[in-house]
């Protein structure tokens, strides 16, 4: 599926890290939201964007964002990623890849999300979209500049 900046923002279902099920419907009325999709826990450049959300995390509360991080990982992979890193923000387990598909984030040939974030509103639109599978700093510079925008 191709998204654009203006879509509406799929629906979807998926466990997360804190326990339970994360669905993008019942969390649109709490600010906008931060869902980057990356390929895999522990990697270099996963790391690395994790760690910079983590890092721009304060800032963007501020600007009342929420971040979210999926991959085809696993919820027990999930935690030690999530903990090892000190990451204060849920991952969610997208393990068949059906979601990722839905937000064209889904590279089929190896089993994974492709490198994608999305910042979505309250209403359930799409504001801002940034696809670079080589550039984690890409994803965190371009969410930090849109909370600054909209704070």
Known sequence: ????????????????TAGGTFRLADNLNRGN??????????????????????DAFADLRKSEMRV??????SI???M?????????????SDSNGDVSGLYGAYIRLFKIAN???????????????TKNLFSPK??????????????
């Not at 939201?33 to 983590?54: H, I, M, N, W």
């Not at 890409?138 to 704070?151: E, L, N, R």
């Open 1 to 16: 599926m191709k998204l654009n900046i203006g879509d509406e923002a799929p629906d979807f279902e998926l466990p997360t």
């Open 33 to 54: 939201l931060v869902l980057y999709f990356y390929p895999k826990d522990f990697t270099t450049g996963c790391t690395a964007e994790a760690c910079g959300f983590r």
């Open 68 to 73: 979210l991080g999926i991959s085809t990982d």
């Open 76 to 78: 027990e992979t999930h």
């Open 80 to 92: 030690k990623f999530k903990e090892k890193y000190d990451l204060p923000f849920d991952l969610l």
């Open 115 to 129: 490198r994608v974030t999305f910042i979505i509103d309250g209403d359930g639109k799409i504001v801002s979209m």
């Open 138 to 151: 890409t994803h965190i510079s371009a969410a930090t500049s849109y909370s600054t925008q909209a704070g």
